[in-house]
């Protein structure tokens, strides 16, 4: 019996990630945490997909209607739903903290230097 672990058990613990993996652990304005796992080749919608599709239980009073209001702000940036975690150098083998807002728009990426 102690060896054997349900799949409540299994989902109730953190997400950690392996060496080829992205973990993600997202931070909501109530500060309210859930981590979860990613491939590096995931883009950010399907991150924000994901996440919709399996909203954390501790985060039922914070629910959203679509995934397409979901936005993940790294380093003080809102990030655009075509980048791959990859492409935008989140570390593999790591958990990375980045913010899950709602809004209905992005704003766009500031063009320095122009």
Excluded: C
């Excluded at 992205?22 to 979860?36: D, E, N, Q, W, Y």
């Amino acid at each position: 019996m102690e060896n054997e672990m349900t799949e409540t058990a299994k989902l109730n613990q953190p997400a950690v990630p392996n060496k080829d993996q992205v973990g993600l652990k997202l931070l909501r304005i109530s500060g309210a945490t859930h981590s979860f796992v990613f491939l590096p080749s995931d883009t950010i919608s399907d991150v924000t997909k994901h996440v919709f599709d399996n909203w954390p239980e501790e985060w039922t009073e914070d629910t959203v209607e679509e995934h397409g209001v979901l936005r993940l702000i790294y380093q003080g940036r809102f990030l655009h739903g075509k980048a791959t975690l990859g492409a935008l150098k989140i570390p593999s083998g790591k958990t990375t903290i980045m913010h899950l807002v709602s809004r209905a728009t992005v704003p766009e990426p500031n063009a320095q230097g122009k």
